[in-house]
């Protein structure tokens, strides 16, 4: 059964970097087959997809638009774990943030299988 | 990108009821539009793949349906746990992934 258990900071400082992390178990973060998500959910904008990376051969990443050029999302092979950051952060940053696994099913089609448990992330002084 | 659009946006019913959500894509996304209901103060769950695989381990009274951009969630015999928010989600055209805005059930 794969887990992703989440962790990082509650509470981060306007102008500041957000930074949290998800432990993978039960699947690697070097999956040929998985891609690993970052997803943030608030009441304004619903749920946003921010970036995924996987590895096919060699290292892919993706980031959403809306936040490109703030956005890291690196994976640890010896931790098996990716993370993400945020810099320069701002009250509209302020979010759950999860991390989740998209695989391949049956019929082509892939979906979000697992989710990490969810961080709610408030930006404020 | 492509937009999500489900209706209704909140509906209420009673345990027992037959409820049906529906989700408009804004271009043709086949058959790659994933359901997935999230509980308060949990993460999303996938129920339905393809417009209309079960996810293993989901109930059969969950039922999907639709292709192109017109698809359907139907919960038949609503139980207590099923008072939930629930998103559809093309994977159509990715990145990026987008969702729809959700339809929360509420016990009526």
């Known amino acids: 059964q794969v887990q992703l258990q989440q962790s990082g900071p509650g509470l981060v400082k306007p102008s500041q970097t957000l930074s949290l992390t998800c432990a993978i178990s039960?699947?690697?973060?070097?999956?040929?087959?998985?891609?690993w998500y970052w997803i943030r959910q608030s009441p304004s904008r619903g749920l946003e997809w921010l970036g995924r990376?996987?590895?096919?051969?060699?290292?892919?990443?993706d980031y959403a638009v809306s936040v490109r050029g703030r956005i890291t999302i690196n994976p640890d092979t010896s931790k098996n774990q990716v993370s993400l950051h945020l810099t320069s952060v701002t009250p509209e940053d302020t979010a759950v943030y999860y991390c989740?696994?998209?695989?391949?099913?049956?019929?082509?089609?892939?979906?979000?299988?697992?989710w990490g448990q969810g961080t709610m992330v408030t930006v404020s002084a | 990108d492509i937009q999500m659009t489900q209706s209704p946006s909140s509906l209420s019913a009673s345990v027992g009821d037959r409820v049906s959500i529906t989700c408009r894509a804004s271009?043709?996304?086949?058959?790659?539009l994933n359901w997935y209901r999230q509980k308060p103060g949990k993460a999303p769950e996938l129920l339905i793949y393809?417009?209309?695989s079960l996810q293993n381990g989901v109930p059969s009274r969950f039922t999907a349906s639709g292709s192109g951009t017109e698809f359907t969630l139907t919960i038949i015999s609503l139980q207590t746990e099923d008072f939930a928010t629930y998103f559809c989600?093309?994977?159509?055209?990715?990145?990026?992934?987008?969702f729809g805005q959700g339809t929360r059930l509420d016990i009526k």
């Open positions: 039960g699947d690697s973060v070097s999956s040929n087959s998985a891609s």
């Open positions: 271009q043709s996304v086949g058959i790659f």
């Open positions: 990376t996987n590895y096919r051969s060699k290292w892919f990443t």
């Open positions: 393809g417009a209309s």
């Open positions: 989740a696994r998209v695989e391949p099913m049956s019929r082509g089609v892939a979906a979000f299988d697992f």
């Open positions: 989600q093309q994977t159509y055209s990715t990145p990026p992934v987008t």
